[in-house]
Each structure stands twice: as structure tokens, then as C-alpha cells.
């Protein structure tokens, strides 16, 4: 069966943010991280910045409420990670 990436629902159950890297646990138990470095604003933000990270839109999104950004979980993991 062929489908596209954005065809399927990836929900995130945790999210933290842990030496440099943003930590996910999906709700299929599988982890993914990214580098800060990836994303503009989370590379110039402090730790305490980045570790306020709320999951949003039923678990297909993250939100740092003090930086003004999103990202959506299928972009990370098609590897688009903003600016």
C-alpha cells in the first residue's frame, strides 16, 4: 500500500527538551529528537525557553508559547523543522 507522509496521524504523547535536543515520545511508543540548531528560534532561546513546550491540536503539533512558534509533528518528521 502506497500513502503519503501527511496521509498519516502522528500524535505526540511527551515532549521535553534535554541537552540541545527536542525529545519526543509518540503515541506508538517511538521516540524522535532534532537538534535546536535545526530551528532559528529555538537555537537563539534559552533553556528555560525551550524546555516550555506545549503539545497542541490533539497531539499533531508543539507550541512554544514563549518564542511564538509552532511546529507541526508530520513536518518534523518529513524534516522540516521552521526557520
Known sequence: MKYMVSDLM????KAWYENGMICLIMSDRKEIR????????????????????EIICV???LHWP?????LSVTGI???RFGY
Open 10 to 13: 502522528f500524535i505526540v504523547k
Open 34 to 53: 532534532f537538534p535546536v540548531e535545526l530551528n532559528k528560534k529555538l537555537m537563539n532561546a534559552t533553556d528555560q525557553q525551550r524546555s516550555n513546550i
Open 66 to 70: 514563549d518564542l511564538d512558534e509552532d
Open 59 to 61: 497531539g499533531t503539533g
Open 77 to 79: 518528521i518529513e524534516g
